[in-house]
């Protein structure tokens, strides 16, 4: 198959820095779509692939899976964009197509092993797929999503990730007009959370440890601020919360949350990956028929869904602008929760 080289931002090892690199693209096939990309996310995931956090890295890594750009070629049998569109690319270039989750738009738990924008198996090339920190990428056409015309490309990347981790639960769990929402963490997640949240139609509160994010919360649309810390604060919402999304992305005591929630309640973990500590107490969820649930991403009907109801509705990300060559510095920061709500790489700075 023939490639074309393009540069990229990426990492030949856990304990390097991303530096620039030369990766290949495949050159389209009839159902490919080839985006130059202008803005990219910066997303949690990315620094634990980068430093293998997970434990499955595969290097070289260039990491980026919530892309926006411009359409620059199209395959003979493309119909869903054309040339000079923008176009946008989530977490997932790929999937079985034919198992039974595929058939329901639920790629996101392809029975046969979905492929990720990043680190997963390229059935093109070889290797490994390489993500949004590059000039451009090729993807086929069924996981390209089209950007409402009305919405700032910068701001929109973030959709692609955080914004579908958190519509994704809030669509499942039938949130709307009258639903008694909670948001556990205001971060990238937490913050598209409550907007979508609010614009769904929801009652949106914010469970945080300290009272300095109130206003914050407050200014991205939630209705009251919880500290989570305080006994009698939690007390004053016990039974109240129809959902809680919980986007906290380390281990964390779930218990005190149960007891917020509402009568056949839900918990649902989007940020946190692993086991839970301590331990949960079964009691308030069996007295109350509550569930502690969690999710994963959306699938691409479900993201276009997403992006449709953001032009609609005007949602976008709160972010902050980067340039390619500050990544390591942005990751830095992003550790100790010193951005908000999100970076955006600036792709242009890669010329």
């Keep these: 198959m023939n490639t074309t080289t393009v540069k990229a931002y990426g990492t030949p090892s856990a304990d390097q820095d991303l530096n620039q690199m030369n990766i290949e693209r495949r050159e389209p096939t009839t159902k490919d779509i080839e985006i130059e990309i202008m803005y990219c996310g910066v997303c949690h995931s990315d620094l634990h692939t980068a430093r293998n956090d997970w434990g499955f890295t595969t290097y070289p890594a260039v990491p980026g899976h919530e892309i926006v750009g411009k359409v620059t070629r199209v395959g003979s049998e493309v119909t869903k964009l054309k040339v000079g569109d923008y176009a946008a690319v989530g977490c997932l270039v790929g999937s079985c197509g034919t ?5 329901k738009d639920l790629e996101q738990y392809c029975q046969n092993g979905w492929v990720g924008t990043y680190n997963s198996e390229d059935k093109y090339l070889g290797g490994m797929t390489y993500g949004g920190y590059s000039q451009k990428v090729v993807v086929e056409e069924h996981f ?11 701001a929109t990347a973030p959709l692609l990730c955080a914004g579908i981790t958190t519509w994704s639960p809030l669509r499942h769990w039938n949130v709307g007009k009258g639903t008694k929402v909670a948001v556990v963490g205001l971060g990238g997640l937490g913050h598209m959370a409550i907007k979508l949240a609010k614009g769904l139609g929801a009652e949106v509160t914010l469970f945080s440890r300290t009272p300095n994010k109130t206003q914050d919360a407050k200014d991205l ?18 039974g109240k919360f129809d959902v809680i999304i919980d986007t906290v992305p380390y281990v964390h005591d779930v218990n005190p949350y149960i007891a917020t929630l509402s009568t056949s309640g839900t918990l649902v973990l989007v940020g946190y990956l692993g086991g839970l500590e301590p331990v949960l107490n079964t009691v308030p969820m069996i007295m109350g028929r509550k569930s502690v649930a969690a999710s994963l991403i959306g699938g691409i009907a479900e993201t276009q869904e997403m992006l449709d109801f953001c032009g609609k509705h005007n949602i976008v990300s709160d972010i902050e602008i980067i340039k390619m060559q500050d990544i390591n510095n942005a990751y830095e920061r992003m550790l ?16």
């Design 99 to 103: 198992c039974s989750n595929c058939q």
């Design 144 to 154: 390209v999503l089209k950007v409402p015309a009305n919405l700032d490309l910068a």
């Design 221 to 238: 649309g939630a209705d009251s601020v919880i500290i989570s810390t305080d006994e009698d604060q939690m007390n004053s919402v016990a």
């Design 336 to 351: 100790k929760s010193d951005v908000k709500y999100r970076f955006v790489i600036d792709m242009s700075s890669l010329q």
